[in-house]
């Protein structure tokens, strides 16, 4: 008996044996196998240390690809406390190379961390300051890669670009509004450390950053650079308060260029007021439209065939009276009988009034509704503002008059730019945008792209062609003259809006503007300009707002390569202006045969004879009247 309890415990044991060994053999195999890769990374963790390296910020360009918001590479100081056996040595050398305390340069020396960066004196350093703290050649004082934003045409579209700040990140314009896409992955240096700190000789791993998307923006920066110039030259001009630009294809919503003063260094922005670099005033800025709304109504008198433009006739006389109020006519005296284009034309202020009375409250308000008034338009760029427009139960006799001319109602020049595109486009409103596509940096594949989108149709295609053509007839014959191109047709309209101070409209002080288009009957591109209480000069849209605009459809027929339009009108020249001409084909004529038809122009002669054989420019250009000609004489 004692024998076969012997047998039995024996066996036990060697069951419990067997048992454990595979128990033992069972962990080393899921040791080895299922949570390898887990236990390596925190004995990993427990001697390696990682020195950051940051990724680039993605870069931004304009349509045709010209770098808007770039990158440079500067280094930021990182130091291992534990590594660094010199302490006294680099709080005195280094605080003296950043220009800090030997006090504040301690605290990071002497931190109880694994890894201490030097903020922010430490960071985005110069060349210059880099090459001297690494001469010191101090163990665990390190330089590691950063970029730092850069901006080559520094202040232009600065509140659209927006700014960056230390830590590259997004703080305003597109730069915030793309910050997910803009922002790089960080990189890294990787090295080994015992558990006091100290640097192994084990070789390091190099982890690639990963750099941001890039974004390809609607910007023409031909036409950016030419409202940067105009702007520019109205502040030293006419030292206004706020100036601004927009330029849009109509045909898509795409913004061409966007600008306004006073503007910003987005690489200084720490130089500025919080409005100077916050407040993008073409997407921001409230104000009553003036005569530029009265495009709204002309278009929705015509769609709505209120109105004959040719046939139908008012009579101004200077005034008119709605209920309890005058309403004047900016011409004291009136423009007497007109046509409703003259209307137009003119700019006639009780001619609107009563193009708005035919209309009804309704039916204007439901078109200034459907031209997107009121509302955002939705621009992918932050701090849009809505503009106010009146509750239709608040809309008496005289908000209806005032507001068929501009006046009562608050309004942003890109809710402006959108619906006069809309206007004469051919009756489609479409959403503006900026950012054409988003796209990858290594293999420039696009990840994201942006298209035209079409919020809805307003007009018809023939009320938006009766519209462009009496915004051409204001160029050639009213109150937009100073907008006209020879040999183009261009679209536009006036605006002179007070400005309202204490609930009381101010005295000499208004909001000039104007909006034009060409071409007329094909638009290609919408400028709209405004300038805010320009000094020492009288203040009327059409004297300020319009040259500027033209300078800048000029510039736009150069960089869309715009040709001339067949048929374009001929101006309805005032006195004083200088008219376009035609040179007159006198090659191979006897000079004394075409004395008279050279007696408009400087011509300066070279060479000797009775027959002209070469004229500079040559026949058929369009120049101004006295622009001088060369004449090559000589025998036939």
């Known amino acids: 008996m004692f024998f076969k ?56 360009y304009d349509r045709n690809g010209e770098v808007l918001a770039d990158n440079v590479t500067t280094t930021s100081l990182v130091l291992i406390p534990n590594q660094i056996k010199e302490k006294d040595r680099a709080i005195k050398e280094i605080s003296k190379i950043l220009n800090i305390s030997e006090e504040e340069m301690s605290k990071h020396v002497n931190k109880k961390t694994s890894i201490e960066r030097v903020h922010p004196e430490g960071r985005r350093l110069s060349f210059e300051v880099a090459d001297k703290i690494a001469a010191l050649n101090i163990e665990g004082v390190y330089l590691v890669k950063e ?45 080994f450390s015992d558990a006091k700190g100290n640097k192994l000789e084990l070789s390091e791993i190099y982890e690639q950053p990963q750099d941001g998307m890039n974004l390809v923006l609607t910007i023409d920066n031909n036409i950016q650079l030419s409202v940067e110039r105009e702007l520019d030259n109205a502040v030293s001009k006419y030292n206004p308060e706020h100036a601004l630009a927009i330029v849009m294809d109509p045909n898509s919503g795409e913004i061409l260029a966007m ?35 009265k495009i709204i109504t002309l278009a929705a008198s015509l769609e709505e065939n209120t109105v004959d433009l040719q046939n139908d006739r008012f009579y101004d006389s200077g005034s008119v009276r709605v209920a309890n109020a005058k309403i004047k006519c900016w011409k004291t005296k009136g423009h007497g009988a007109q046509t409703f284009l003259q209307v137009v034309e003119n700019s006639c202020n009780p001619g609107f009034v009563a193009l708005g009375q035919r209309l009804g409250k309704e039916r204007l308000f439901n078109y200034i509704d459907k031209f997107g008034f009121g509302e955002k338009t939705g621009i992918d ?47 489609t409103l479409y959403k ?120 800048i ?4 027929i150069t960089a869309l390569d715009i040709e001339k339009s067949e048929g374009a009108s001929e101006k309805n020249y005032q006195f004083w202006e200088k008219k376009y001409v035609t040179i007159p084909n006198v090659i191979n004529q006897k000079l004394s045969d075409v004395k008279t038809k050279l007696s408009s122009f400087d011509v300066q002669y070279t060479g000797s004879g009775d027959y002209i054989v070469f004229q500079s420019p040559s026949s058929g250009e369009r120049v101004l009247e006295g622009s001088k000609i060369r004449i090559l004489l000589g025998d036939k």
């Not at 659209?160 to 915030?176: A, F, H, K, T």
């Not at 459809?553 to 736009?556: G, P």
């Open 5 to 60: 309890d012997i047998h039995v415990k024996i066996r036990l044991f060697f069951v419990v044996v067997i048992i454990l060994f595979f128990t033992i053999i069972g962990k080393v195999i899921y040791i080895q196998v299922v949570e390898y890769e887990k236990l390596r990374e925190l004995s990993s963790d427990l001697w390696s240390r990682n020195l950051p390296v940051e990724g680039n910020r993605g870069k931004i």
């Open 553 to 556: 459809l000029e510039d736009c």
């Open 432 to 551: 503006p945008f900026i950012v054409k596509s988003i796209t990858e940096p290594e293999t420039n594949t696009t990840i994201v792209e942006n298209t035209k989108q079409k919020v809805r149709d307003v007009i018809s295609k023939e009320t938006s062609q009766k519209v462009a053509f009496a915004l051409e007839s204001v160029v050639t014959n009213g109150t937009g003259r100073n907008a006209f191109i020879d040999g183009y047709r261009v679209g536009g309209k006036t605006g002179t809006a007070q400005k309202v101070k204490d609930g009381a409209y101010m005295s000499g002080n208004y909001i000039l503007s104007f909006i034009g288009f060409l071409p007329a009957d094909d638009p290609k591109v919408i400028v709209y300009v405004a300038i805010d209480n320009p000094k020492g000069v009288v203040q009327y849209g059409g004297t300020v707002a319009a040259p500027i605009a033209k300078a």
């Open 259 to 293: 600008s306004s003063r006073p503007n910003f260094s987005p690489s200084n922005y720490q130089e500025y007021s919080v409005e100077e670099i916050n407040r993008n005033l073409p997407i921001w800025m409230n104000y009553e439209p003036g005569s530029t709304f």
């Open 147 to 191: 970029s730092k934003r850069s901006y080559p045409y520094d202040s232009n579209l600065s509140h659209v670009l927006g700014y960056v700040g230390i830590d590259n990140q997004g703080l305003s314009g597109l730069e915030l509004q793309y910050d997910k896409y803009l922002t790089g992955e960080y990189g890294s240096i990787k090295y």
């Open 381 to 427: 760029l932050n701090g849009e503002a809505t503009g106010i427009i009146f509750d239709l139960d608040r809309v008496g006799e005289v908000e209806l008059a005032t507001t068929a001319f501009g006046q009562g109602v608050s309004v942003t020049p890109i809710q402006q730019i959108t619906a006069v595109s809309a206007a004469i486009n051919g009756g």
